[in-house]
């Protein structure tokens, strides 16, 4: 019992600690924790690792402060020359204050709060994994990053589970593994996947980070993996979510223009239930010198998903892997080793609907197999890392990773050689479409060249550090390639056809020409693209000075330089931005001298790459064919028609030749951000620690695609270039909204291409503009009398005309070539709230220990909603010539779904929306709850049972905001405002671990 004890006690000290750290040592790095302190001048201070027995001594200098870096996390004890000892515990990139200045022993164990870390200026918090366990947090990295104050869900219009912090986008953060970066740097909307009870720690910066981070706008989520001691200690885990406890969702539901409401997502028959386990080893394979963890996480997790005119099932059931070496050569130098298998592997199946007698769709149950395949995703990991403390104040830091990732990617089904084909004819809307002729339905859309749809990722990293009296000096440089390889794809046949009638629905309208109503057409495309792999190479160097200018006064310095370089795919550089320089400062003020006030402050640049979408979608070989026929005899057994007649209207063209003079601006900046910071801290008891901090952030340069071509025309007439064509130029070009463009061009259709600057007034384009500003309040209790917990409020506006790397509104996940910039039309009316503007976010959660056995833990959260705008078919009027006829911009525009803040008024008129004028989505509200037992007759296991959702909030989170039925319709859309998603219903997860 005793022995139990103490590991409660342990655990609540760690528990207790770990969740109160808001700031993490800038002498720190992203792999390990530091401890610094005072102690006599010149005195010798021994610091052990408890679970390694890893033993290292070092000397105050001449004013008694000693600070040593590269600490890998755990417990340790330190002991001085006069043999007093105090046990502390080292976190992931934070700074732990040890003081000998008297003889007072102080252990820091048991329930007081850890001391606030005033070596630090950055806004950061490290969850470790005991403290995870004890909350009713679903077991994923973002759930983690998710409990950092004014950390917000992002991402429900993508169906993606990502956070938002700060007002940027989620598509603007980094992600990191054991020091690498591991963000995924072709959609930046994911990152590697490893298995949770692999993690040991996980640091949430939110803002103000030092200079060895870059490449984000948002947060940073920092991962450090569990290793061995010298104690062996095996286990496993057993996590199952059964179907047979999980609510039934809300089904979507659409209105017809005849008035009548039908379901259009079937979500209430959905079925899904998982089981994951795991089974881990650890321990030394020399003891104090070489040690091992090595984790195997099997899964059986099965979905079955019912849609409107297909369903479909999978199957997951193949292992994962993880496994870490740490080898301490000496005292001084360690080498550790990181493997990770992510890898999933799908049995995927799909169905048709099952109907009953009168034709409506029976929920629960599946109809005709179509097709089954299995899909792969995910990849491996791999780092190393190298620490040596080359002198007693120079420590050297080297690590290199290779990581892989692979796609979904359909196989090419029986049916590709026919041609993709559907009858609208006579049908109120596309959604009742029929399928025709021998393509495979639904899953064969296009046809896919056979090879994987993988990316490729290599790093290394240098750093050293080098402390020189009151000041620690860091400096380093990182390198990393990225080869994003993307199939080709055509549709299936080469080519879609859709049959359509001109009806009133349509105006009687097809293709901009006024036929008889009831005259039968075909609309036909084609559509190519280029097999390609797409790289990308960032490298940086950074230096930063942590100058002790005054005894309790800290002031920090540093410098980032990046340099980001894109290849099209045939390898050739088409954008390249070296020189970029970030300068961040910061200061934290140790008021009382004992670390239970601080004041602190960062000011600093930020600097995001260019994506490899970008890569992709600017600059890879592809072409859009689109034409309208008349279609008097119908169609073949294939699909394709019997006669194609008369065209109608005007033809649509787009083609793009990889050419890297005609795709980006010359001047191009890649997006950054200004960011300022000022926080205070106070532990006001020895349980009760409050914070307040104000933050602003400002977009500079931001960077997207424009795709409008007559204000090139009108430039081109405007200075004697009459031979001019805009077929010459690219479809769309990378540029900085609101600058002059500076792009190569053809001006006198000859071929020979002349590098030309055309003013911003020719474009129309607003400057990129996004900002924050908000005001973190917390307030946290460590452990004691059987309880603790976690309180934070922000209130926030993020507001201007874009809101990033996606378009949530649209649910645009391209970053670096979202809708926004295409024309100036698109930003008329978008300045205003925009989507991740949640003015109120209420967080709590914490746990009560109700016996010596059984805890009951909570976590709560209440959000605002987000502003809604009317989204209508982009005005055209501007894209007419003067006598009558259109622009070349006519065809291209008129293509686009409702997008714009112009929206039909109801009378047929177009009227000019701004964004936000349709009011503010509802609150939405989390609350769920665990009960975790542990047993003292069987030590080391541990049985929980959390609800998600406890009480079954289903409200909507994403919504309709097209307000037009069709350009050129009057009528107002029925589902204007109505929901097109809501939160996920309740579901219970239970849980055993055991370990020995």
Known sequence: MMKTNFRRSLVAASVSALLAVSGAALAASNTDGSIYGKANAGSAITYKNV??????????????????????AGTYEIVNDKGIKQTIQVVVGTGTNVSFDSTEVIQVMGSRIQRIDTSSVESSTVYDMDSIFELPIPRDTVAVALLTPGAVQGGSNFGRNLPVFGGSSIAENGYYIDGMDVTNLRTMLSFANLPQDAVAQTQVKSGGYGVEYGRSLGGIVNIVTRSGSNDFNFGGSVYWTPDSLRASDKDVTTVQLDGSEVVTTYNSGDKEDNLEYNVFASGPIIEDKLFFFAMVEGQKKERTNYGTSSSYSYDITNPQYFAK??????????????????????????YSVYNDADGNVVLGRLGELGNSYPLESGGTMSVIGYTGYL????????????????????????????????????????????????WNSPDQTTVIDQVDDEDERTSWKADFEWVLGDHTLRFGYNDESYDATSPGEKYSGDAYYRFMTSHENNGCNINGVDLPCGTETVRVRKYNTQTATFGVDNTAWYIEDSWQILENLLIYGGVRGETFTNYDGNGDVFLESDNLIAPRLGFSWDLDGDSTKKLYGTIGRYYIPVPANTNIRATRTESFY??????????????????????????????????????????????????LILGYQQQITDNWTLGAKLMGRKIGDGMDDFCGHDGFVRWAQDNGYDNFDPHSMQGCMIVNPGNDITIAMDLEDDGNLTVVTTPNSYHGLPDYERKYLGLELTAERSLADSWKANFSYVISKTYGNAEGYVNSSLAQEDPGATQDFDHANFMHGANGNLPTDHTHQLKAYGLYELTDELNLSLSLSATSGIPLSCQGYVNLDNMMVGDGTTAYDYGNFRRYSASSFYCQNGNGEQVLTKRGDAGRSNWLYTADMGLTYRPAAVEGLTLQATVYNLFNFQDADSFDQEKDLGRGNPEVSPNFLRPTGYQEGRHVQFTARYSF
Request: charged share 20%.
């Open 51 to 72: 679970n390694t027995g890893v033993t290292r001594t070092i000397y105050a200098d001449d004013k008694g402060r000693f600070n040593v870096s590269s600490v890998p």
């Open 325 to 350: 070496l740490n080898w301490f050569i000496t005292n001084d130098h360690s080498l550790r080793f990181t493997y990770i298998n992510n890898e999933v592997e799908k049995d995927y199946s799909s």
């Open 391 to 438: 002198t007693d104040n120079l420590t050297l830091n080297l690590q290199y990773g290779k990581l892989t990732n692979k796609y979904e990617k359909v196989p090419n089904l029986p049916g590709d050689t026919c041609p993709l084909s559907y009858d609208t004819t006579g049908a109120l809307s596309f959604a009742q479409r029929i399928s025709i002729g021998c």
């Open 626 to 675: 689109e034409d309208f026929y008349y279609a008097p005899d119908g169609w073949n057994a294939d699909g394709s028609p019997v006669t194609l007649g008369a065209k109608i209207g005007p033809s649509t063209v787009d083609e793009q030749v990889a050419n890297p003079e005609v795709i980006a601006d010359r001047n191009l900046n890649p997006m950054y951000q200004d960011e």
